[in-house]
């Protein structure tokens, strides 16, 4: 059964500090890895997709890692700021493509 | 291009009632999975509709239905209502294929008395 981890539960930082999030995953047999943003009582946005096939991604400030044989990803955010603060959740394809499993996330929060 | 969206926001019901959520995918999409949130967790998938057909199943019981109409928008259904049924329920659209993004509604935030 495919279990997903995120490490640190949440984390604090000040503004303009380069961070690293965590996501680590039982099954290297995924099809892909999403990274989403949650703001409180809302619902989520795709920030990057990795497929299995590759590496990794980049959007903007955004870099996403994925390193399959040893069911790890992170997430660099580069340069934060206070627009950052959000929680961060790290999902993975099952086997049928059709559920993404999800980590409980990271809470972040970025001070100025 | 409209995004998902979901009704209604917010809903409060007592133990043993019936609810039904609705979702309007986003235009163009034809795939819609549904996630149950509870608090401090993160989503666990209920199940998926393509092309109005269940395309998939998380361990949810069988109280927990869903419906997916000609225009591609879905409902959910949970039937004998029990506390722990208290949760951020979610609405996903994407296209067909496994390596497309999901996109989320907002989400309806259920309370159960």
């Known amino acids: 059964k495919q279990e997903v981890t995120q490490i640190p539960a949440a984390l604090s930082v000040p503004e303009g500090e380069n961070l690293v999030l965590n996501c680590s995953f039982t099954?290297?047999?995924?099809?892909?890895l999403q990274w989403f943003r949650q703001d409180p009582g809302k619902g989520l946005t795709s920030l990057l997709l990795?497929?299995?096939?590759?590496r990794e991604q980049t959007s903007g400030r955004l870099n996403a890692s994925l390193d399959k044989s040893s069911g790890r990803s992170t997430l660099y955010i580069a340069a934060s700021q206070p627009g950052d603060s959000a929680t961060y959740l790290c999902?993975?394809?099952?086997?049928?493509?059709?559920?993404?499993?999800f980590g409980k996330g990271t809470t972040l929060s970025v001070s100025s | 291009e409209t995004g998902v969206t979901q009704s209604p926001t917010h809903l409060i019901k007592t133990r043993g009632q019936q609810v039904t959520l609705r979702c309007s995918s986003q235009?163009?999409?034809?795939?819609v999975s549904w996630y149950q949130q509870a608090l401090g967790q993160g989503p666990q998938f209920i199940f998926q509709?393509?092309?109005?057909?269940?395309?998939g199943r998380g361990n949810f019981p069988p109280r927990f239905s869903g419906l997916q109409f000609p225009n591609y928008s879905s409902e959910l259904n949970v039937n004998a209502l029990e506390l722990d049924d208290s949760a951020l329920y979610l609405c996903?659209?994407?296209?067909?294929?496994?390596?497309?993004?999901?996109?989320f509604g907002s989400g309806t935030q259920l309370s159960v008395l």
């Open positions: 996903a659209s994407s296209l067909p294929g496994l390596n497309e993004k999901l996109f």
């Open positions: 099954d290297s047999a995924i099809y892909n």
């Open positions: 990795i497929q299995s096939s590759q």
């Open positions: 999902a993975v394809t099952n086997q049928a493509g059709t559920a993404l499993i």
């Open positions: 235009s163009g999409h034809n795939t």
């Open positions: 509709y393509y092309r109005e057909e269940e395309n």
